[in-house]
């Protein structure tokens, strides 16, 4: 695949954005209280701090671009990133992050997100705010009911192959529609519109075995859980994603999202991923 901005495009647009940068380096406008030497905040990683350090002192947009970058991060680092994001945005305290002016221009260099989500298209599960993560941060994968098919399985290679994300999660969360119309009787589905069936035919597999559960909620957190488990257990047929994890640049793990909550519940270890 083609990188999405060619090189040449990109140094153009660098050459052409240079003097801005540099005249919002100037005097006159408010600059951030550099950091004391050192104080690293809570989950902030060496790299992280370096970065936040250069913006301080007022580094050019190449400066910013060199030091971002998802190797950055470990797979670990980055799930400890999404769990303190989304500690902080269920506990009320996300801090929307935004970024300086030339934090933001340095973006046309290049793009660098530490994670890909494969998440549902529900309006009420935007990927960035619930894990409190600004521009940059994360490449975002939604369609209905998270399915891994050729589409989003194209959008994940991309992320690991060309922009060498460094972890993949597969969200699901509760009261998701996509699942509730994968659970319905083949009639119901078959009035569906043709692509939403293509859809739910990926999700119907994952919900057919689900045991026998009496209270609604809870027969629908386990079968959104169980479709999170069926379209984890496709990530290893892709070559870019098996190759990354071999060579232990890449982590896939699972998550369930309560909208009640705010909170994400997060499937990492083997027995937790186990397809029943
Ligand atoms: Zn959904």
């Given at each position: 695949m083609k990188p999405l901005l060619s090189l040449t495009f990109a140094a153009f647009l660098a050459t052409f954005f240079q003097p801005v940068a540099a005249h919002a380096a100037e005097p006159a406008v408010a600059q951030p209280t550099p950091p004391e030497p050192g104080a690293q905040k809570a989950g902030e990683t060496e790299p992280d701090l370096k970065l936040r350090e250069a913006i301080a002192r007022g580094a050019t947009i190449e400066d910013i671009a060199k030091l971002k970058?998802?190797?950055?991060?470990t797979p670990q680092d980055a799930i400890r990133s999404l769990k303190m994001g989304n500690a902080r945005f269920f506990g009320g305290t996300a801090r929307r992050p935004d970024m300086s002016a030339n934090e933001r221009r340095a973006q046309i260099l290049q793009q660098t997100p530490f994670a890909v989500v494969l998440g549902c298209s529900d309006s009420r599960v935007p990927v960035e705010l619930v894990y409190d993560q600004g521009l940059g941060d994360i490449f975002s994968v939604r369609v209905a009911g998270q399915a891994v098919e050729p589409g989003t399985s194209g959008s994940i290679e991309y992320a690991v192959k060309?922009?060498?994300?460094r972890l993949l999660v597969i969200m699901g969360h509760e009261g998701c529609g996509a699942v509730k119309a994968a659970m319905l009787d083949d009639a119901e589905r078959k009035a569906e519109p043709e692509n939403v069936r293509y859809l739910l035919d990926r999700i119907v597999p994952a919900v057919a075995n689900i045991p026998k559960i009496r209270d609604p909620k809870a027969k629908m957190r386990e079968a959104v859980i169980a479709n999170v488990r069926k379209q984890l257990a496709l990530a290893p047929q892709n070559p870019v994603v098996k190759a990354a994890v071999a060579k232990n640049e890449l982590a896939v793990i699972g998550a369930f999202y309560e909208i009640s909550s705010g909170q994400v519940d997060f499937l990492e270890n083997e027995d937790e991923l186990k397809v029943h």
């Open positions: 970058g998802p190797s950055t991060k060309h922009l060498n994300t």
